[in-house]
């Protein structure tokens, strides 16, 4: 792409950045190797960012996640040229304004105001233009008579404000926020995010760090994942997101598969020059449970492919691959069942911990029979982070029709219904289990065998969401009757 048009389209491009810092043993060691006649090394290399490339395009609002020390603050840091990359280039095409680390930008010693006219001028503007500005920003920032004392006096909540408050007031082409609104109380934030959303609309580029994964959902177009300094990938909020609970799971070789795979499928498509990724979703049912039955357990991919595309080769891909699996999880049962692969699929048919209140979601499993069973039944179970059962069913209460089972048979169960669960985390188990004799018995239980993420942008009272249609009606105006004494 020429410069120009690179120019026009990026707000943002990083380029092979790469920071390099050097570490040493002992603090002795650093004067020992600039003093060394030989020049021996004393240190070594640490790479905080190692060959890093991505574009945030005008008026997008990209977000960077990744583990604690992966280097997001690092590349903010190289973009707002706090810091400069040990090699790579970084282009930044707008003005931008920048909410770092508490403390950056800022100078101690001097007064709230005198800051703002000290970054006012650091981002080129002149005094009257931010006198005009100064009221917007101290109405944001309520923190009263506080900006006439210097800012070493501060709380960190009184430092957010009037840090936000600047660099939201200022009118900037790109807004870079990293992680700070995190310090300051829920209303602020709330008021931060209102106001950000607003700056969003009007087309301002904005780049996030954040932790939280319910914001990265709601704003951002695109996401950044970073593990250790390297790029893992980028793509939509959602896909993201799964890929960086993998990462927490400790699940970075079946990522690593799982990006291969992605990779090819790509390849493949541009090969074939189609783009069938629309294709590859199932939709789930709008209820109940759905049941199939069947021999050989992978001969049913082709119904219950769920967005797995087989055709790179190899292995099929299980469902569970693309969750997040609790490896710590409770199993058991006599052996004569296998759940042997289950999956979460959201309405479109993605297989995903990530569900949106209000939406329908599939609870999938898959289960394999090593002997005869009269009439098994498959459950499932969502609790809380505490343990409470907070709702759950199974193929019984729902009169599914199973047939009985021999060595070998295998069967898939759908559950779909609407996420009705407040915002939050959540954990799903499940099983196959069966009455005989009178007796209940487990043929094979998972318990919390994954998470369920449920993001909501609009949260009621208690554990659900009734669905509550509302009606208010504004009466004509009467005036009140006297009081009577
Ligand atoms: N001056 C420095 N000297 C040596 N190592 C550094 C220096 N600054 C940062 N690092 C290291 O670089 C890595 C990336 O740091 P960075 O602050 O960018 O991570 P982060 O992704 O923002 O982490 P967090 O989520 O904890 O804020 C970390 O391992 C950090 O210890």
């Known amino acids: 792409m020429s410069d120009s048009k690179q120019r026009a389209e990026y707000a943002i491009s990083v380029k092979d950045v790469t920071k390099v810092y050097k570490l040493y043993e002992k603090p002795i060691d650093r004067l020992k190797e600039s003093v060394s006649p030989t020049h021996k090394n004393y240190h070594r290399d640490f790479y905080a960012l190692n060959g890093l490339s991505f574009n945030v395009k005008k008026g997008e609002t990209v977000g960077i996640i990744g583990t604690n020390g992966s280097g997001k603050s690092t590349i903010l840091k190289i973009i707002t040229g706090v810091l400069t990359p040990s090699t790579g280039q970084v282009q930044v095409n707008g003005k931008i304004s920048a909410l770092l680390e508490l403390g950056a930008g800022f100078n101690m010693d001097y007064t709230g105001i005198e800051n703002i006219y000290m970054n006012g001028t650091m981002m080129g503007y002149t005094k009257k233009e931010m006198e005009a500005k100064l009221d917007d920003i101290l109405d944001f920032a309520e923190i009263g008579d506080f900006v006439y004392q210097p800012v070493k006096t501060y709380s960190s909540g009184m430092f957010v404000r009037l840090a936000f408050a600047l660099a939201i007031n200022v009118e900037p082409e790109i807004l870079i926020v990293d992680e700070a609104l995190s310090v300051g109380d829920v209303f602020f934030q709330s008021k931060c995010y209102r106001r950000m959303e607003e700056i969003r609309q009007s087309g301002t580029t904005i780049l996030m760090v954040t932790h939280d994964m319910g914001s990265i959902i709601k704003y951002c177009d695109k996401v950044v994942l970073l593990h250790k300094g390297e790029f893992i990938s980028q793509g939509t909020p959602g896909h993201m997101v799964d890929l960086y609970k993998k990462i927490l799971a400790g699940q970075m070789d079946s990522l690593r598969a799982q990006l291969e795979q992605e990779r090819r499928e790509e390849e493949l498509r541009g090969a074939e020059g189609r783009d069938d990724a629309g294709s590859r979703s199932s939709q789930p049912g709008t209820g109940g449970a759905a049941v199939t039955p069947g021999g050989d357990p992978d001969a049913q991919m082709s119904d219950f492919s769920g967005g797995m595309d087989l055709s790179g080769g190899g292995k099929p891909l299980l469902m569970k691959d693309q969750l997040t699996i609790n490896y710590d999880r409770t199993e058991y049962g006599d052996g004569r069942a296998e759940i042997y692969d289950l999956g979460l699929l959201d309405e479109r048919g993605n297989i995903t911990n990530l569900l949106l209140k209000g939406e329908m979601f599939t609870i999938r499993e898959r289960i394999r029979f090593n002997a005869e069973i009269q009439a098994p039944i498959f459950t499932f179970t969502i609790k809380d982070k505490m343990g409470t059962e907070l709702t759950g069913t ?46 209940h018995v487990v043929y094979h239980r998972l318990y919390n065998i994954t998470n369920v993420t449920v993001i909501s942008n609009k949260n009621t009272v208690g554990v659900y969401d009734m669905e509550s249609q509302v009606k208010a009606v504004k009466e004509p105006y009467r005036a009140q009757p006297e009081p009577t004494k």
């Open 394 to 439: 199974n193929t019984m209460f729902e009169g599914a029709d199973i047939k009985p089972v021999k060595p070998g048979d295998a069967y898939t169960v759908e559950f779909t219904q609407k996420m009705t669960l407040q915002g939050g985390e959540y954990l799903l188990s499940m099983s196959c289990t069966g009455f005989e004799h009178g007796e």
